[in-house]
C-alpha cells in the first residue's frame, strides 16, 4: 500500500505542475493562449493583429503599433468568454478495477463531464509622445489564462477537478521613429502567474480494490511565481495605403512554487487518508515546477483598398515545442516526477477587412484558424483538452468625436472533435471524445486626451485608415 501512496502523490503534484504549465486555453487561442487584447483586432480576426496599429492596444501584438499613434491615448476594455467542453462516450476506470461509464460521457452517479467557465478578462494600455521620434507606452493585460471546473462526482474526476490559471504581463515599451515610413520598438514582459488546481484521489480503491471508486479524496496545489521577459517589433509603410508589421515576444521562464494540501470526501475516505498521512504519504507538503511560457512570431499585413475599405492579414507562430516535459520537484525526499508532453509548434492565420461606413462608424469582420499544439489522443487530457479550430468574428467602432472611439466585438469559435485516450496506474483510464463551443465578447474605449507633446509641430507622416484612431492615408 505504501509504494502505491507514493506513486500517486508525485503524480498529483506533477499534475499540478502541469496545470501550472499548459492547461487548457480560455477558448480564443490554442494551448493555454489569450490573444483578445484589443476589440478591434478581435473584431477582424486578428488579422490586424501586426500590421493595423490602430490605437494604443496594439501594442500588446506589435510594441512599434506606437510609432503610428500621436500624442497621448488612453484604451480600456473588458472581454468576456464563455467556453464549454463536454465529455461525449466517456469511459473510464479508477486505479484498482475497470468500471465503464455510460456511453454519453456521464461519469458513474450520472452527473455530466463538462467544463469550462465564463470568465472576464480586463485590458489596460497608455502611450504618450515624448518627442517627434519617440513614444512611451504601458499594457497590462493576460497572454495566458484558463477556467475549467468539473462536478466532483465525474467519470474523470481522479484526472482534473478544478483548474485556474491567471497570467498577467506589464508592458513597459519604448519606441523610436526612424523615419516617416519606419517605426522600431522593444519593451520588457514583466509575467505574473498564478494558479489553483484541483483533483480526485481514489483512496478507496487504493486500500481495497473492492472500494474502487467509492470513497475519494481531494487534492489541491496552488502556486505563483514572477518573471521577465522581452518584446520588439517593427512597422513599415510600405506604401501610402499599404504597410507591413512584424514582432517578437520572447519566451519567459518561471519557477512555480506553491503547495499541496490533501482532504476526504467522507469517513472511510477520512480514515484511509489519516492512515497514510502516519506513514508519511499525502501530507501538506510543497512542490515546484519550472515553467517557461512560449516565445511567438507575429508576421502581418494591412492594405487601404479604398478610402472606405481596408484589407488585412496576420499569421502568428508560437512556439509550443519548448513544452516537451515538466519536471516536478518536491519539499521532500520524494524524487522527482517527470511527464512528457511533446507539444508541437503551431501556426495561426486569419484574415479580415473593415469598412468605413460613415465618418463616425466602421464596421469590422473577419474568419481565422488556429492549430493545436496537443499531438495526439495520449496527450489530450481533461485539463487540456485541447483542438483545433477556426473563427468567425464580427463587430463595429463608433467615433462620437475626433479624439474617442468606442469598439465592440464577438467572436464565435468552431472546435473540432478531440478524441481521449489515457492509461494511467494510479488516475485509471480515461477514453472519449471532446466536443465544445465558445463566444467571446469585447468592448473597448480609447480615448485620445491630448494633441501630441512635442516642442514643435511633428512632420508630415503617412497615415492609417479613416477609420483608425492612429493617422488616415493621405
Known amino acids: 500500500m505504501s509504494a502505491r501512496y507514493r506513486g500517486t502523490s508525485r503524480l498529483i503534484i506533477a499534475t499540478s505542475a502541469l496545470t501550472l504549465a499548459g492547461a487548457t486555453a480560455t477558448a480564443q487561442a490554442t494551448g493555454f493562449q489569450i490573444r483578445e487584447q484589443s476589440a478591434k483586432a478581435l473584431a477582424n480576426s486578428l488579422a490586424n493583429a501586426a500590421a493595423g496599429a490602430e490605437d494604443v492596444s ?17 484604451a480600456g476594455s473588458l472581454a468576456y468568454i464563455d467556453a464549454e467542453f463536454d465529455l461525449e462516450n466517456g469511459r473510464a476506470s479508477p486505479s484498482a478495477v ?50 475549467t471546473d468539473y462536478d466532483h462526482d465525474w467519470i474523470g474526476r481522479y ?18 521613429r526612424v523615419t516617416d515610413r519606419l517605426s522600431l520598438a522593444g519593451g520588457l514582459r514583466v509575467q ?10 481514489d483512496l478507496g480503491g487504493l486500500w481495497n480494490p473492492l472500494l474502487a471508486g467509492q470513497h475519494d479524496g481531494i ?39 506553491g503547495d499541496a494540501e490533501f ?41 487601404q483598398a479604398t478610402d472606405r475599405l481596408a484589407l488585412m492579414f496576420n499569421a502568428e507562430w508560437t512556439e509550443w515545442s519548448s513544452f516537451e516535459e515538466l519536471v516536478v520537484k518536491f519539499g521532500d525526499n520524494t524524487p522527482n516526477s ?20 460613415t465618418g463616425r462608424w466602421t ?39 475626433d479624439r474617442l472611439s468606442i469598439t465592440g466585438a464577438w467572436m464565435h469559435i468552431f472546435f473540432d472533435d478531440g478524441d481521449v485516450d489515457l492509461e494511467n496506474e494510479s488516475r485509471g483510464n480515461l477514453s472519449g471524445t471532446y466536443e465544445g463551443t465558445a463566444n467571446l465578447f469585447r468592448a473597448r474605449r480609447t480615448s485620445s486626451p491630448s494633441p501630441p507633446t512635442t516642442a514643435s509641430d511633428p512632420p508630415p507622416r503617412k497615415k492609417g485608415s479613416p477609420a483608425e484612431a492612429g493617422r488616415p492615408f493621405s
Open 58 to 74: 496594439f501594442m500588446a501584438y506589435n510594441p512599434a503599433a506606437l510609432g503610428n499613434i500621436d500624442g497621448t491615448q488612453v
Open 219 to 257: 487534492a489541491e496545489v496552488t502556486g505563483d511565481d514572477w518573471g521577465v521577459g522581452y518584446t520588439v517589433g517593427a512597422l513599415f509603410q510600405v506604401t501610402d495605403r499599404t504597410r507591413v508589421g512584424v514582432s517578437y515576444r520572447s519566451e519567459v521562464e518561471l519557477t512555480l512554487t
Open 263 to 303: 482532504g476526504a470526501t467522507d469517513t472511510t475516505s477520512q480514515n484511509i487518508l489519516d492512515a497514510a498521512q502516519q506513514s508519511g504519504q499525502f501530507t501538506d507538503t510543497s512542490g515546484k515546477a519550472d515553467l517557461t511560457t512560449p516565445a511567438s512570431l507575429n508576421l502581418g499585413v494591412y492594405h
Open 363 to 401: 464596421l469590422r469582420g473577419g474568419i481565422g484558424m488556429d492549430e493545436s499544439p496537443v499531438p495526439n489522443a495520449q496527450h489530450r487530457t481533461p485539463r487540456v483538452p485541447d483542438v483545433d479550430r477556426r473563427w468567425l468574428s464580427a463587430g463595429a467602432t463608433f467615433s462620437p468625436t
Open 159 to 176: 484526472h482534473a477537478l478544478e483548474t485556474d490559471l491567471k497570467v498577467v504581463d506589464i508592458q513597459p515599451t519604448l519606441n523610436v
Open 98 to 147: 475497470q468500471l465503464n461509464g455510460p456511453s454519453d460521457g456521464l461519469p458513474y452517479d450520472g452527473s455530466k463531464g463538462n467544463s469550462g467557465e465564463a470568465a472576464l478578462v480586463p485590458a489596460f494600455a497608455v502611450k504618450t509622445q515624448l518627442n517627434d521620434s519617440l513614444d512611451a507606452g504601458l499594457a497590462v493585460y493576460s497572454p495566458y489564462g484558463l477556467s
Open 338 to 357: 517527470v511527464t512528457e508532453e511533446n507539444w508541437e509548434n503551431t501556426w495561426a492565420l486569419s484574415t479580415g477587412a473593415s469598412y468605413a461606413l
Open 192 to 201: 505574473y502567474a498564478d494558479a489553483t488546481l484541483s483533483n480526485a484521489l
